[in-house]
């Protein structure tokens, strides 16, 4: 099946990636052409549910918008991959809502990469929490792991650079179509990244700007893709904390760094409720995160896990 059909489901008015999924499971036969997408869409009507009638005019409409997306990807060249590729990273296979087409810039092998590391954190965070981190960082880097974060400013930069400056692999996972860097500022980060056969992964065709749900599921993506977490810093109510509570269902080694009393504020909040109730693992030594880093990439492989996100 041409991945530009795929790519004009998700095209379609209330067809989201779960729900794309399903039409193109329950059809037994290719998709080719506007004529064969709308005979699957009439098909998959008699057999699920939520999906509406469309007209020739919408579905051709839709049509011509993957076609367009196809080509301004070609353009830019990014990689348009679904779910039914051998390239398609299999951890996403984890989630209930996985994405049917990832959009990906840079180098395929490293996105194929074992030892994959989630390092996250605030926009805004202390200069204990960024020093810390970037040592932290180091230290994985220098034990094989591929890093991978958002792109954002603050730990997700400092994760990222930390990478590069020691000839490290990242992969950064964007909110946004890979034309539309955010935050604006990181372009020449998300450069440097490609420059050192690092990835830029988005679910978003070219041309989407970022909303603010897309955070969320963005967040979910970097936990399915990594072997385990490490929280830098975060509040309470930061949205790291979704991305912890996405690699708590999938069961993945969460690590914590550990703030001692003089450098906690309510930036770390989030930090000090996790360890507190147990549920991370403390990263205050060099022996410690040895530990996590052993217990993350030895660990057998996780059993798949429907883990469920808030957009269909």
Same mark, same amino acid.
């Given at each position: 099946?041409? !991945?530009?059909?795929?790519?004009? %489901?998700? &095209?379609?008015?209330? *067809?989201?990636?779960? @729900? =794309?999924?399903?039409?193109?499971?329950?059809?037994?036969?290719?998709?080719?052409?506007?004529?064969?997408?709308?005979?699957?869409?009439?098909?998959?009507?008699?057999?699920?549910?939520?999906?509406?009638?469309?007209?020739?005019?919408?579905?051709?409409?839709?049509?011509?918008?993957?076609?367009?997306?196809?080509?301004?990807?070609?353009?830019?060249?990014?990689?348009?991959?679904?779910?039914?590729?051998?390239?398609?990273?299999?951890?996403?296979?984890?989630?209930?809502?996985?994405?049917?087409?990832?959009?990906?810039?840079?180098?395929?092998?490293?996105?194929?990469?074992?030892?994959?590391?989630?390092?996250?954190?605030?926009?805004?965070?202390?200069?204990?929490?960024?020093?810390?981190?970037? !040592?932290?960082?180091?230290?994985? %880097?220098? &034990?094989?792991?591929? *890093?991978?974060?958002? @792109? =954002?400013?603050?730990?997700?930069?400092?994760?990222?650079?930390?990478?590069?400056?020691?000839?490290?692999?990242?992969?950064?996972?964007?909110?946004?179509?890979?034309?539309?860097?955010?935050?604006?500022?990181?372009?020449?980060?998300?450069?440097?990244?490609?420059?050192?056969?690092?990835?830029?992964?988005?679910?978003?065709?070219?041309?989407?700007?970022?909303?603010?749900?897309?955070?969320?599921?963005?967040?979910?993506?970097?936990?399915?893709?990594?072997?385990?977490?490490?929280?830098?810093?975060?509040?309470?109510?930061?949205?790291?904390?979704?991305?912890?509570?996405?690699?708590?269902?999938?069961?993945?080694?969460?690590?914590?760094?550990?703030?001692?009393?003089?450098?906690?504020?309510?930036?770390?909040?989030?930090?000090?409720?996790?360890?507190?109730?147990?549920?991370?693992?403390? @990263?205050?030594?060099?022996?410690?995160?040895?530990?996590?880093?052993?217990?993350?990439?030895?660990?057998?492989?996780?059993?798949?896990?429907?883990?469920?996100?808030?957009?269909?």
């Amino acid at each position: 099946m041409k !991945n530009t059909y795929i790519i004009a %489901l998700l &095209q379609l008015p209330k *067809i989201g990636p779960v @729900l =794309a999924n399903k039409i193109i499971k329950s059809i037994p036969f290719q998709i080719r052409s506007s004529e064969d997408l709308n005979s699957a869409l009439i098909a998959a009507q008699s057999r699920l549910k939520r999906i509406p009638e469309f007209s020739k005019e919408v579905i051709d409409e839709a049509v011509r918008n993957a076609e367009d997306i196809s080509l301004k990807a070609k353009h830019l060249d990014i990689h348009v991959i679904s779910i039914y590729d051998e390239n398609y990273p299999k951890q996403f296979l984890e989630i209930l809502n996985p994405p049917v087409v990832i959009y990906v810039q840079g180098n395929l092998n490293t996105l194929k990469q074992k030892r994959l590391l989630a390092v996250i954190g605030a926009r805004e965070p202390s200069k204990f929490g960024l020093e810390a981190g970037y !040592n932290i960082t180091k230290h994985c %880097l220098k &034990q094989g792991a591929v *890093i991978v974060s958002g @792109l =954002a400013q603050g730990c997700d930069t400092m994760a990222h650079t930390c990478a590069l400056e020691n000839n490290g692999k990242t992969i950064a996972v964007l909110p946004c179509g890979l034309d539309k860097i955010f935050p604006k500022q990181n372009r020449t980060l998300a450069q440097q990244i490609l420059e050192q056969d690092g990835v830029l992964l988005s679910e978003y065709p070219p041309g989407t700007a970022v909303q603010k749900n897309y955070f969320i599921q963005r967040n979910r993506l970097q936990s399915a893709l990594s072997d385990g977490v490490i929280i830098i810093e975060s509040e309470i109510e930061g949205g790291t904390m979704h991305t912890f509570k996405f690699a708590k269902a999938l069961q993945q080694p969460i690590g914590v760094l550990h703030h001692p009393l003089e450098y906690r504020t309510i930036k770390s909040a989030g930090n000090t409720a996790i360890l507190e109730a147990n549920q991370g693992i403390k @990263l205050d030594s060099s022996n410690a995160i040895n530990d996590f880093i052993s217990m993350t990439f030895d660990q057998p492989m996780r059993t798949l896990t429907a883990v469920e996100s808030e957009q269909d």
